[in-house]
Every structure is written in structure tokens, then in C-alpha cells.
């Protein structure tokens, strides 16, 4: 995976407060909630606003219960089930989200297609596990701060996502619960050593969803970001392979 870039280097951070931001944004809310969108639908801008598309499968990963459905109606914008309840097969969920690259001022929409799959039908049913890992771009590593074993069972995760065998992928770890601080079974200081042994950010969420766009925005920011890091050393790199190629011949 390529190098982890700086929060705030590559995209405009926190751009959705910007007064130049809200053509853009205002195209991915309906009512001052966020819009829903199908597999087949996207944000419409006026014909005078040309905007590239960009597209991303991201899976989510983790333990029974440490809600990943959940993190995928946070992102997109829809009611968290009050109640838990395993997942029996695969589900997807597309988020739109726009950026405005840092270095040339380009905007750009990210269609994020979160696919979230429960524990026991990974187990049961082979197929499931190639189907979600089969060209994915990233992927979201969740713990719960309610359940140690969760946090301590993220080594194993990075294993499995770090084998020869996996392409290139974007790893990211998503603390979820953060807001029940009186059940916390994972302290500060464990998430600092784990950054430093690892080399990756701990992002937190947790508590209500709101109508606005602040509490999911450091994430989707934070995912476009490193998604697009990977793309321009990925394309750096293929481009100077080819040069290579190129001046031997």
C-alpha cells in the first residue's frame, strides 16, 4: 500500500463548509438530508459544470457486532438500525461524495459502493469472501471501543489483507462506539501504540447521525483522499515503468 498522506494534503479538508462547495454539495441532499442513490443513479450538475466521476468498491470488515451495517447508513446518510441484526448475505450501498483536490483546485465526485457482508454467511458460504474481495479498491477494518477482542483480532485482519495473493488495497481502521465511553474496553494509549506499530490512522465514530455533513465528512474525506494518493503512485509508477521500458528498447 502506498505511504499514508498527511490528513488535509491531498483533498481541501472540511471543503462542505466552503461557500464554493455548495453547488456540489447540494446535489448529494434532498430536503437538507442526504439523498439516497440507487446502483444506477447519480448527482445531476447543469450542463455548464463539467465533473468527473470517480468509482470505488470499498468493503467493510470486521467482527459480528461491531457495526458494520451500521457505518454504511452512517456514511450514506440513512437511519442506523435501532436493533442488531446479522447480515445474511451481501449488501451494497452507494455514497456519492464531491472533493476539491488540494494541489490544482479540481473537483471531483467519489462513488463510494460499500459492500458489508455478516460473519456467518463469510463462513458458510465460500463464494461470498472472493465475491467482496474481487476488485476492491479498500477496505475498512472496524473494531468496537465496547469489545477488546474485536481491536486485538485487527493484527489478523491486516495479515489476511497484506498477502501477495491481494492486489493493491487502501487499509483503514474505524474505531465504532466511540461515544459509550463508560463501556470503553480499548484506551488511548492502546490505539497510539497500534498507530505507531502499524502506520495507520484510527478514525472514531459513534452517537446519533445528523442531518448535516460534518460527522461523516472526516471519513469520506480521509477515504477519497488516500484512495486517490494510491491511484497517482500507482499511475506514477506505471508511467516510469513504461520509460523504462521504453529507453531499453
Known sequence: ???????????????????????????????????????LE????????????VHYKIFISGKSGVGKTAIAARL??????????????????????????KESSRVLFFRFQLWDCGENALRRFDHLLPSCKEQVDAVL????????????????????WSEPSVRRVVKMVVGTKFDL????????????????????????????????????ASLLNCLAENLWHQDCVTAGSASHHSQETVTLL
Open 1 to 39: 500500500m502506498a505511504k499514508v498522506p498527511p490528513p488535509g494534503s491531498v483533498v481541501v479538508a472540511d471543503w462542505h463548509r466552503y461557500k464554493d462547495s455548495k453547488e456540489y454539495f447540494s446535489k448529494i441532499l434532498h430536503k437538507k438530508r442526504r439523498r439516497n442513490f440507487g446502483l
Open 42 to 53: 447519480s448527482p445531476v450538475m447543469p450542463p455548464h459544470v463539467a465533473v468527473d466521476t
Open 76 to 101: 450514506a446518510g440513512m437511519n442506523i438500525p435501532s436493533m442488531h441484526h446479522e447480515t445474511t448475505g451481501i449488501e451494497t450501498t452507494v455514497v456519492y461524495w464531491p472533493v476539491k483536490l
Open 141 to 160: 477494518l472496524l473494531f468496537s471501543f465496547t469489545d477488546r477482542t474485536s481491536f486485538d483480532d485487527l493484527p489478523n485482519q491486516l495479515a489476511k
Open 181 to 216: 465511553f463508560m463501556h470503553c474496553d480499548v484506551a488511548e494509549r492502546d490505539i497510539r501504540d497500534f498507530q505507531e506499530t502499524w502506520g495507520i490512522p484510527v478514525l472514531r465514530t459513534g452517537g446519533e447521525v445528523t442531518d448535516g455533513l460534518g460527522d461523516v
